[in-house]
């Protein structure tokens, strides 16, 4: 699908570059991620944001950091309570809606603020701006974590129609963490009550 360039371990994990391919700066994250473990969760209609997961989970497995990949399907209150650090891949549909899979937890868990104070996350949303909500989903979903007093590591990131630039400045802003990972403990904890 041409997503990533075949150079961005490279180009974005060990020489992370002061723009990545936007002529935007990627802002440095002040702390980086936990180094054992995160969660990724991906909420995709047509299979392009389960791509740049896999693809993120690469870059993290790499760096040494397990990536524990949840679709929205298996997404629940419970499993982000026992989560620290959580990348987001998500896609929006029509105008503004979440994906089929994002519907669950939309209607169970996004309709009021939880408390997710621990958290720290990163959203990538992808959008179509042919449609009055561009990102949509991505920003609803950026907007509940933010009410639910998680922290953002950076902006949410929009995509439009795959534009490689702004993938390509994702993993920019996961290179960035991943350069300032830390030693701060298990940041997910793997266990068999999916709620």
């Not at 992370?16 to 991906?42: D, H, K, N, T």
């Amino acid at each position: 699908m041409g997503m990533i360039r075949s150079t961005w371990f490279r180009d974005l994990f060990l020489d992370p570059p002061a723009s990545a391919g936007s002529g935007r700066a990627i802002a440095a994250p002040v702390a980086g991620f936990a180094a054992s473990s995160m969660l990724l969760a991906c909420a995709t209609q047509t299979g392009a944001a389960e791509s740049i997961a896999e693809a993120t989970r690469e870059q993290l497995e790499m760096a040494g950091i397990y990536a524990h990949m949840v679709d929205f399907h298996d997404l629940n209150l419970a499993l982000l309570e026992r989560s620290s650090q959580v990348l987001f891949v998500v896609s929006t549909t029509f105008d503004g809606d979440p994906p089929d899979m994002g519907e669950a937890f939309f209607r169970s868990a996004m309709q009021h603020p939880a408390t997710l104070t621990h958290l720290q996350y990163g959203v990538l949303a992808l959008g179509d701006r042919a449609y009055d909500q561009f990102c949509g989903f991505g920003h609803k979903l950026d907007d509940w974590l933010r009410a639910s007093g998680a922290r953002s590591w950076f902006d949410l990131i929009e995509v439009d129609d795959e534009d490689e630039q702004a993938i390509d400045r994702w993993h920019g802003q996961v290179a960035c963490l991943l350069a300032r990972k830390g030693d701060s403990g298990p940041a997910f904890s793997p266990s068999s009550d999916h709620a």
